[in-house]
């Protein structure tokens, strides 16, 4: 054979999807049809991906307007009442590298009601009260949101519309405050202990509707401190 490149085209006889040159045996053809698959490939999954990202931020851009409302309206609530309950007169030893004359540590002491230390417990646990709420129809307004249906220990009184609670397994389920009440906190925990340890005046207003835009602007709620 003279050292004129000798060729076979893919489909001809000779070896099967191959082109042999003078440096001898090496395959073209399906190297170039295999790349043009995997392009094919790659230009699929990166659609696919597309399309899951829009569908993620769809459903994220739907949440429940009344569920993550009364949710947030709800931990604020449930803070409020909980720090009440705290003696005001007790408080925290927090750290402090400040020496005093004598080369001891200086201590310094805050009210313990909303110390950080104990927002954030009571944060770890709030969303477990959701579960005292339930869906509620305004019979007047029928306007819906999430109230507590449950009196608490020093509010033993009845409520005179606990026909317009909802109560199931639904989506409109108390679950589903529960899952709400732990996203709120899970995204706002230091907006929330910030607020509280400040003493804000009308923190439902604050977080809810100013910070987080979970709630239209309104008057406060019964409750609001």
Known sequence: MNERETSVTCGESGPPRAQLDRSNSRCRCGDVSTEADMASTVLRLGLLLVVLSACSLSAEGKKDA???????????????????????????????????????????KVPLARSETHLTELLEEVCNKMNDYAHYVDPNTKEKSYKRFAPRDDDKSAFADFENFQFGDGPESSKSLVFACESVVEEYED???????????????????????????????????
């Open 191 to 225: 907006e929330i202990i910030s607020l509280f340890a400040r003493e804000a005046d009308h923190v439902a207003e604050k977080l809810c509707s100013e910070v987080s835009g979970l709630c239209k602007a309104t008057v406060p709620s019964r409750g609001e401190l």
């Open 66 to 108: 009344v569920l993550y409302c009364s949710a947030c309206r709800a931990i604020v609530d449930e803070l409020s009442y909980s720090i009440k309950q705290v003696d005001p007169k007790k408080t925290i030893n927090i750290g402090s590298f400040r020496l005093n004359p004598d080369g001891s540590m200086k201590d310094q």
